[in-house]
């Protein structure tokens, strides 16, 4: 059983940043991919990023050039710096671990206002 724990979620005005943190439980298997979704009021859960084992990633068209995800494989620990953020990007932020199994943190909200 993996457990993560996400940090740095909040409230900020429209072009601002935040940084997101999930660190995750020592596993027994290996960790593949590390990544965020999020889920926006009436919305269905959607990717935002993922990064692989060997440091791949892949973002979602609506954050790419405005978000960066990355990694420290020796903390299994990811994490998501989100900058010239807008209203769209308010939803609660979902940290996904894949090894063997899916897990999911407990979510983060992320409010931007206009």
């Known amino acids: 059983q993996v457990q993560l724990v996400e940090s740095g979620g909040g409230s900020v005005q429209a072009g601002g940043s935040l940084r997101l943190s999930c660190a995750a439980s020592?596993?027994?298997?290996?960790?593949?991919?590390m990544g965020w979704y999020r889920q926006a009021p009436g919305k269905e859960r959607e990717l935002v990023a993922f990064i692989s084992s060997v440091g791949t990633t892949n973002y979602a068209d609506s954050v790419k050039g405005r978000f960066t995800i990355s990694r420290d494989s020796a903390k299994n620990t990811v994490y998501l710096q989100m900058n010239s953020l807008g209203p769209e990007d308010t939803a609660v932020y979902y940290c996904?671990?894949?090894?063997?199994?899916?897990?999911w943190g407990q979510g983060t909200q992320v409010t931007v206002s206009s």
């Open positions: 020592r596993s027994g298997f290996s960790i593949n991919v």
């Open positions: 996904y671990v894949r090894t063997k199994f899916a897990y």
